[in-house]
């Protein structure tokens, strides 16, 4: 029996420890990473969805790359943008870009590496080719 609990309790502890590692923070560059791509597919629904006020269809086209320093100017202009502010989901997108502006400049600013600067590259973006499924 005593063998038996010895086990169990070293397996118990395994999974402790499996589950703590895992609950690790955030990163300042995991958090702006995941809010980009968070907030990149929030933008493609919304161009897709059947119930978009016309305004949608003349936002600035809203690609992230974290990596490219123009996406700092990019932002600003989506959340500049005049038109929507009927549209909740455009409200809600604006604002979460806005955090994602505000962590980027503040929280994360000696944490990013900006690996380019090329503008052009977040208006017509090279997306990785469609796997068939």
Do not use: G
């Not at 690790?24 to 791509?37: E, G, I, M, N």
């Not at 990149?40 to 161009?47: C, H, I, R, S, Y």
Request: charged share 25%.
């Amino acid at each position: 029996k005593l063998t038996t609990m010895k086990m169990l309790l070293s397996l118990i502890a395994l999974l402790s420890a499996a589950l703590l590692s895992r609950a690790a923070p955030p990163t300042c560059y995991s958090r702006v990473l995941s809010l980009s791509k968070e907030i990149t597919e929030a933008f493609k629904e919304l161009q897709t969805s059947k119930a978009v006020d016309s305004c949608v269809e003349m936002l600035p086209r809203l690609y992230l790359d974290i990596h490219n320093y123009c996406v700092l100017a990019k932002l600003r202009d989506f959340v500049a943008y005049p038109r929507c502010e009927r549209v909740l989901e455009v409200s809600e997108l604006k604002e979460k870009a806005r955090s994602l502006y505000t962590i980027m400049i503040s929280y994360c600013r000696r944490d990013l590496v900006f690996l380019t600067d090329d503008c052009n590259a977040l208006e017509n973006p090279i997306l990785p080719p469609i796997e068939p499924s």
